[in-house]
């Protein structure tokens, strides 16, 4: 198993400003998922960082608008730039171990 | 891509009753998975089943699995108020290649009520 961490939990942002979230893992893993979950809605993958190399983002996303770093096995960094009210959503950083997908306990962003 | 669709999308039942949820998905699959979600917070993993396997239990939990037809069911038995969350179910290719993904579908809302 794979225990995250991952903060802040909850912010209000305002709009144009850019908000970084941290995901921090208790394990060495190869990749970290991020994902987006707006209101009442599925998770949508937004990227998945790898250590080393530039992530890979997933159709609708640029790096220009969520730019990721992961500059080793524990740790990853999702920023939202440019914040407009659209952005409002919970954020959600995973990790796989074995088949098993594990989730922080996501970071739940209020653009004003 | 593959993705699982849950139904139905809302459910409310008295405690202590069953509460079955349905997901379907597109193709063939190496696992399927059942996840729960607590209002605002992250996923917590409560089952998973293999492509192999036809029926798998987890305490209050049981989980089938109907590859012919491409679903699967999650039933919780005896149900309880901290049972109220999202449930969804997700799926993963037969392949790990580098553009390997797991699709979530668009869960059930239970509500469990007093």
């Known amino acids: 198993s794979a225990v995250i961490s991952q903060k802040p939990s909850r912010d209000i942002c305002q709009r144009g400003t850019s908000l970084t979230i941290q995901c921090q893992v208790d394990s060495q893993v190869t990749m970290m998922f991020w994902y987006r979950q707006q209101p009442g809605q599925s998770l949508t993958l937004i990227a998945t960082?790898?250590?080393?190399?530039?992530?890979?983002?997933e159709s609708g996303f640029v790096i220009d608008k969520f730019p990721i770093s992961r500059p080793n096995l524990t740790f990853s960094t999702l920023t939202v730039s440019n914040m407009s009210p659209e952005d409002s959503s919970i954020y959600l950083c995973s990790v796989t171990s074995g088949n098993t997908i594990y989730f922080g306990e996501g970071s739940w962003l209020t653009v004003v | 891509s593959q993705q699982g669709e849950e139904d139905p999308q809302a459910l409310s039942i008295q405690e202590g009753e069953n509460a079955t949820m349905n997901c379907s998905y597109k193709t063939s699959i190496n696992n399927l998975q059942w996840y729960r979600q607590n209002s605002g917070r992250g996923l917590v993993h409560l089952i998973l089943?293999?492509?192999?396997?036809r029926e798998k239990h987890s305490g209050r939990l049981r989980v089938t699995l109907d590859t012919s037809k491409k679903s699967s069911s999650l039933l919780i038995t005896a149900s309880r108020a901290a049972d109220t969350a999202s449930y969804f179910c997700a799926t993963d290719p037969p392949i790990m290649n580098r553009d390997d993904k797991i699709i979530f579908g668009k869960g059930t809302r239970l509500h469990i009520l007093p």
């Open positions: 089943i293999r492509s192999n396997e």
């Open positions: 960082a790898n250590q080393g190399s530039e992530a890979t983002y």
